[in-house]
């Protein structure tokens, strides 16, 4: 870790999972996400918007890749990432001794233009990321190259600044955890297209919330395409960055994203590898609830869903103030099943008016009463039984957390267990 103007630079900046939607994985696979950065901002801009609202230590901090100098319209700030001016002697020198072919002078005249007065080559405002690495990879000057993970720091800074123009251009790293149970070696011996693909997508969902405006909590993303093409093998130890472009977005009324089509580039040694195209709608989960009520699933009997194993033993079942302690088999809508050891729910006191407490992440609480209908020792350990309760009483609210739980974490069991 290093310190540059009093902020501490990581050697790497995970992005946290609730930015990817990823609420029951352990990681994210997204680091050092960013906005394209400004090449040029007119000091006066800078001066006004960007300076009142960042501290002292992030002031010290840009000093460090910003310069100003008269630009072809006046005072800017500029991103020293390359070489700006070049004087006609040291030109002169690189061409003639440089290792460069035809096409690459073209380039290189394309982007830098003579200026008489001072008898420089003045780099022209126009310049991408990829044009900036093969500049600096011709002239071989280490010294100007920004690290992804310091143009992430000053992505976050310069996003600050309201009265700046900003591209909804976006720029993420590949990241793999250390400890990710799957995509970390000895698991694999290359970046998988798998890896790629949700990598990808969930860099997507982050530009909602980051930059688009897309709130954490009362939204679901409905995924209206996402597709992917592989160009070329990815290897395990070389990075890889990932540029996403708007192409399109439609905005709510309060001016957040609520449709959008990103594409997405994967690149790797500056060679693209890969697309993803992703277009999604966000809605409002009133709207999104509004809409599935209208397309309500008709079973022959009634549905029964086992659940994700982290809430099996969220359930509480009380006789009389006593707790019985027992785990969720299966659900519906109308009863679930359970499963005890040790006491037999036949001798339950009142099994006819027990209550029940049932808790789930995101859904909520579930209150209400149910009674026992039936009792069925294990075949195989007598110790264990099985039990079907009817859910007899249940509030509004309750049955809509109930609904929500099940379907979130619940499994359809195609064939019904009949006791």
């Keep these: 870790m290093t310190i540059s103007g009093k902020i501490e630079i990581p050697s790497v900046i995970p992005l946290h999972k609730k930015y990817t939607r990823t609420f029951f994985q352990e990681d994210s696979l997204v680091s050092n996400i960013r906005r394209a950065l400004q090449r040029e901002i007119p000091a006066d801009l800078f001066e006004s918007q960007v300076i009142p609202v960042i501290t002292e230590e992030e002031r010290a901090f840009l000093s460090n890749y910003y310069v100003k100098r008269e630009g072809s319209n006046g005072l800017v700030y500029s991103l020293k990432s390359i070489p700006l001016k070049v004087s006609a002697e040291a030109a002169k020198t690189f061409l003639g001794e440089g290792n460069i072919d035809e096409d690459q002078k073209r380039f290189l005249f394309n982007l830098y233009l003579f200026n008489e ?24 000057q280490k010294s100007f190259h920004i690290r992804n993970v310091e143009k992430a720091l000053i992505s ?71 597709n992917a093409e592989f160009f070329q093998y ?12 708007l192409k399109d977005v439609k905005y709510a ?23 993803v195209s992703m277009a999604a709608t966000i809605l409002p989960l009133k709207v999104y609830k509004r809409l599935k009520s209208g397309q309500a699933e008709v079973y022959e009997i009634d549905p029964r869903f086992r659940l994700l194993d982290k809430f099996k033993n969220n359930i509480s079942i009380r006789d009389q103030g006593n707790k019985f302690v027992c785990s969720i088999e299966n659900m519906s809508q109308n009863g679930f ?23 789930f992440d995101i859904a909520g609480f579930v209150h209400g009463k149910c009674s026992l209908l039936w009792v069925k020792q294990d075949d195989h350990n007598e ?10 009483e249940l509030s509004p609210i309750d049955s809509e957390n109930l609904k929500e739980s099940i379907d979130r974490y619940g499994r359809l069991i195609e064939e019904r267990e009949i006791f």
């Design 253 to 275: 009324k309060d001016g957040s994203w609520n449709y959008s089509n990103l594409e997405i580039t994967v690149y790797q040694e500056n060679v693209e590898i890969s697309k």
């Design 383 to 392: 110790d264990t039984y099985y039990a079907g309760f009817k859910i007899e």
């Design 234 to 245: 990815a290897k395990l130890t070389m990075p890889i960055k990932m540029r996403a472009i």
């Design 337 to 359: 099943m359970v499963k005890a050891a040790g006491n037999s729910p036949a001798d339950l006191g009142g099994k006819d008016s027990l209550e029940f407490f049932m808790h």
């Design 117 to 140: 007065t001072e008898g420089k080559y003045v780099l022209k405002n126009s310049v991408t990321e990829s044009d900036e690495i093969r500049i600096l990879q011709m002239f071989k």
């Design 156 to 226: 976050e800074i310069l996003e600050k600044a309201q009265g700046i123009a900003k591209k909804d251009v976006f720029f993420a790293n590949l990241y793999t955890p250390p400890t990710h149970k799957f995509f970390s070696p000895p698991n694999l011996k290359h970046i998988s297209g798998m890896q790629i693909t949700e990598s990808a997508r969930q860099f997507g969902i982050a530009c909602h919330h980051i930059y688009g405006g897309v709130p954490f909590e009362g939204v679901t993303f409905l995924l209206q395409y996402l």
